[in-house]
């Protein structure tokens, strides 16, 4: 069994502790939103994980241009950890933001443009691990998969600019405003540490997971090649 | 909701939406864990049938009929022939 380097084991127990901090700084430290109540501490964790779940994204879109151009398999590996991790991360998002829709607009869901782009988002990648599962030659399913993640990765700023583009009643707490917007607030200075702090504790989150699922990839690889070798 | 005057006790929400955020994340880091577990006895395992099948490819290539390219062999299985 191959160890885990000091570097990772180092970067699990720092994103552990990071992740507490920032749930202390959303729960406690960040004073109580005296429109919306409790509901709002949601905010942190749903930003922080769509911030690292998007750039997952466009970061995998990024290795499948890499891999087409080098045709090295380590680049599909990268994408694949890339794409797994955001599309955990965007499920969150997507449940949190639910749980907070039901007591700000009276309903668990809605299709506005902003939800509706964040669910096609992640049916996208979900049928793209469905595409993968399907193909058994691992340079064709590679080339298959950075061709998807290519095309699918244009959905990620779709949904991100989707409540600045569209007529919607998610709001723009962050760099804008949105007449139609239900549910927005004004963000005081202690919410601003507990709101960027989280986006640093997911940033890192983020990284640590990829790392780990990046050696789960190589480790795959590794057993596919034996099995291989042993049939042959 | 937004017109009332007193805050609304919406913590239940936000305890949902907590549980649910650690629950999914938990999920996941088990996920590599067991993944990784059973990759790792799966590659133990094929090792050990790989020992076998090595072993069994290098025996021929000792073999004076088959000896080609080891040059120590040579002289021997020349010898060998001769008598």
Redo the contacts between chains.
């Keep these: ?2 160890s885990k380097p000091i570097a990772l084991k180092i970067l699990d127990v720092v994103s552990i502790i990071v992740l507490g901090i920032s ?1 202390y700084l959303a ?1 406690v430290f960040a004073p ?1 939103e ?9 905010f942190y ?1 749903h930003i922080g ?1 769509a911030w690292t779940a998007l750039l997952g994204f466009i970061l995998a879109a990024v290795f499948s241009v890499i891999f087409l151009i080098t045709k090295n398999l380590k680049w599909d590996r990268l994408q694949v950890a890339a794409i797994e ?1 955001s599309l ?1 991360f965007f ?2 998002t997507i ?2 933001g639910s ?2 829709a ?3 607009w ?1 309903t668990w869901w809605t299709w506005d443009p902003r939800l509706t782009t964040a669910a096609v988002t992640e049916l996208i990648y979900i049928a793209y691990f469905m595409l993968r599962q399907g193909i058994d030659e691992p340079e064709k399913r590679a080339r298959f998969g950075a061709v998807y993640a290519l095309v699918g990765g244009i959905s990620a700023p779709i949904t991100f600019f989707a409540i600045r583009l569209f007529r919607t009643i998610h709001p723009v707490v962050i760099g804008g405003s949105n007449a139609a917007a239900q ?1 927005g607030f004004n963000m005081t200075p202690d919410m601003l540490v507990a709101f960027f702090f989280a986006l640093f504790a997911f940033t890192l ?1 983020f990284v640590d ?1 990829f790392w ?2 990046l ?2 990839g190589d ?2 690889d ?2 596919e090649q ?2 291989l ?2 049939t042959m | ?2 017109f009332q005057e007193a ?5 239940g ?2 305890i ?3 549980a ?2 650690f629950i ?2 938990a999920i ?2 088990a996920s ?1 864990y067991l ?2 577990r059973n ?2 006895r ?3 395992m ?2 050990e ?2 020992k076998p ?1 090595r072993v069994e490819v290098r025996q021929p290539k000792k073999s004076p009929a088959k000896s080609t390219g080891n040059k120590s062999a040579k002289p021997v299985t020349k010898k060998s022939r001769k008598k």
Excluded: C, H
Excluded at chain 1, 34 to 42: E, I, N, S, T
Excluded at chain 2, 7 to 11: F, I, K, L, Q, R
């Design positions: 069994m191959q749930t729960l109580k005296l429109v919306m109540g409790d509901v709002q501490r949601v964790f994980t991790v955990v499920l969150i449940v949190l749980i907070w039901r007591p700000a009276n549910g989150v997971l780990n699922r050696r789960l480790l795959q590794k057993v034996l099995k070798k042993v | 909701m937004f805050t609304p006790d919406t913590s929400y936000m949902a939406g907590y649910i955020a999914v994340m996941y880091v590599i993944r990784n990759l790792n799966d590659r133990s094929l090792e049938l790989d099948a």
